[in-house]
């Protein structure tokens, strides 16, 4: 089963950055929908930011408008999640995720602790 790599994220203060990112070796991500989830302690995994396969529209959950960037560099295979700002409320665990537009079939990362310390 394919597995999405990530790398990032870690102990950040209140009000300080991390970028997120998200690879793989074994699929083109610029054909995918990509997507950046998280899972706080005792809550559900909900989707934070999106980036389309056909023209990058980009799309955020409310609450991090403003202060999460998704992007994509396409020669290096690679999807990222700018987090400037960081918040407590911001402590998860961080997922990306891969959906094929034409079958929906989906890849996800093994996901990376973000803390964000008050």
């Known amino acids: 089963q394919l597995q999405l790599v990530q790398s990032g994220g870690g102990l950040v203060q209140t009000g300080g950055s991390l970028r997120l990112s998200c690879t793989t070796s074994e699929i083109t991500l610029d054909s995918y929908h990509m997507g950046w989830f998280r899972q706080a302690p005792g809550k559900e995994r909900v989707p934070i930011a999106c980036i389309t396969s056909s023209d990058d529209s980009t799309y955020y959950r409310d609450s991090v408008k403003g202060r999460f960037t998704i992007s994509r560099d396409k020669a290096k295979n690679t999807v990222y999640l700018q987090m400037n700002n960081l918040q407590p409320v911001d402590t998860a665990v961080y997922y990306c995720?891969?959906?094929?537009?034409?079958?929906?079939?989906?890849?996800w990362g093994q996901g990376t602790q973000v803390t964000v310390s008050s």
């Open positions: 995720k891969a959906r094929d537009p034409n079958t929906d079939y989906e890849f």
